[in-house]
Nanobody, 114 residues
Framework: VQLQAFGGGLVQPGGFLRLSCVAS????????MGWYRQAPGKQRELVAG???????NYADSVKGRFTISRDNTKKTSYLQMNSLKPEDTAVYYC?????????WGHGTQVTVSS
């Protein structure tokens, strides 16, 4: 499984961005997809996840502001990020897991600053 993430950038506080993650390869093996982020000097943390069945979970810090979704026809996962805060600044990584493996895309930088 290969993952490519797109959509990072610089945005002002209160703004929005949408990240996309395009999957290719043995996507039939994927059980869940998610988005993680890592800020400078901090550990990588789960931001949002979605199972094959459509169940979602979010970090408390982003609940009500971020939404994970997917388009199976486009083999793409999305992370809609609204009401962005400076503390959302981080490198965001797309992730997919199967029964036996975890896959990571290259990170995309999100910077929230005025």
């Amino acid at each position: 499984v290969q993952l490519q993430a797109f959509g990072g950038g610089l945005v002002q506080p209160g703004g929005f961005l949408r990240l996309s993650c395009v999957a290719s390869g043995s996507i039939f093996s994927i059980n869940a997809m998610g988005w993680y982020r890592q800020a400078p000097g901090k550990q990588r943390e789960l931001v949002a996840g979605m199972t094959r069945g459509g169940s979602t979970n979010y970090a408390d810090s982003v609940k009500g502001r971020f939404t994970i979704s997917r388009d199976n026809t486009k083999k793409t996962s999305y992370l809609q990020m609204n009401s962005l805060k400076p503390e959302d600044t981080a490198v965001y990584y797309c992730n997919a897991v199967s029964y036996s493996n975890a896959y990571w895309g290259h990170g995309t930088q999100v910077t929230v600053s005025s």
